[in-house]
């Protein structure tokens, strides 16, 4: 489904022949894992020369959530005009291109294979090498791009609605997992509380906004493993916490309720829920492994509030934080530029890389 004709390829991108391809050190870096359809360009300096992303918010908003094979379609249609756009904006032509970086995994598998397709396609047709990338550790190098400077070893924290996980990041390239969501995960979370308190999808800016006028103490919910020394995190008792306050324990599908102090306060306590779970463990991973640098990526960490509490636990522990501007939060292509650590290591992609789902 997700393999494209290198002619149709040759045509859409105004292509040259392949014998005049060059290889000058552009990087062409494309991203599907989600619901996110991404291409940027940058060169082995870091310098991040575009980054254009084709939002599926409104393809997705009348289920709640994203849909896989919905993601999957709209990728293929809008794949190649995003990547086009992304060379526009920088300045290049295709054939100027000499590496090509994909998000491999982890991610929806029919959405990584219209990447990871189309990566493949342009690197035979280019004859330039192909580059596969972890779409979780590039959103802690995010953090690396922003900083400009290096921030390893430290403390990586990947915060989206499909993982939260924690790492022992002892080098760009060197990741140990130390810590993940034995359910949902936090972005996950907020999708399903905002569709009960009725507040639409993505449910992340949603719950945040209307959680400013809410009571974050209001209800007294769970926070799990929070005093445990275990690095793990379970956000499912969270929403149901949610659920029972909203309808009580035999509501099975409570009404949402209207706007008020009761939605404001719901999603305020949640919130707060959620922050005290994610800065307390991220804490305790900084204590236990004695770094003092911590680096906060995926969607969720565009969220104000918990910015704000990152930034005072930091100050707490004397650690250093890192956090991305709101556009490398959330999926794009530009965080791919961890690609240049690969090509610097000779890590290069075979044409038989595959499309993974899971982290591991």
Known sequence: MAMFCLWDMRTVLRLGAPSTVTLGMYFLAIETSCDETAAAVFTEERAILSNVVASQTDLHARFGGVVPEVAARAHLQR?????????????IRLDQVGCIAVHNKPGLVGALLVGVSAAKMLSLGLDVPLIAVNHIASHIYACRLAAEKDIFPCIGLVISGGHTALFHCRGALDFEL????????????????????GLGFPGGPAVEKEAASGDPRAFAFPRSFI???????????????????LGGPNAAHPAPP??????????????????????????????????????????????????????KMVQEVQAELFIPPMALCTDNAAMAALAVEKWAAGEFAAMDVDAVASLT
């Open 178 to 197: 130390i810590g993940a969501t034995l359910d949902d995960a936090a972005g996950e979370a907020f999708d399903k509380v905002a569709a009960l308190l």
């Open 79 to 91: 794949l190649l005009p995003v990547i086009d756009e992304a060379l526009k904006r920088a300045g």
């Open 258 to 311: 209207g706007p008020g102090k009761l939605r404001s306060d719901l999603a305020g306590s949640f919130q707060q829920a959620v922050i005290d779970v994610l800065v307390g463990k991220s804490r305790q991973a900084l204590e236990q492994t004695g770094l003092g640098r911590l680096a906060v990526g995926g969607g969720v960490a565009a969220n104000r509030t918990l910015r704000s509490a990152f930034e």
């Open 227 to 245: 005093h445990e020394d275990r690095l793990d995190f379970s956000f499912s008792g969270l929403k149901t916490a949610v659920r029972y306050a």
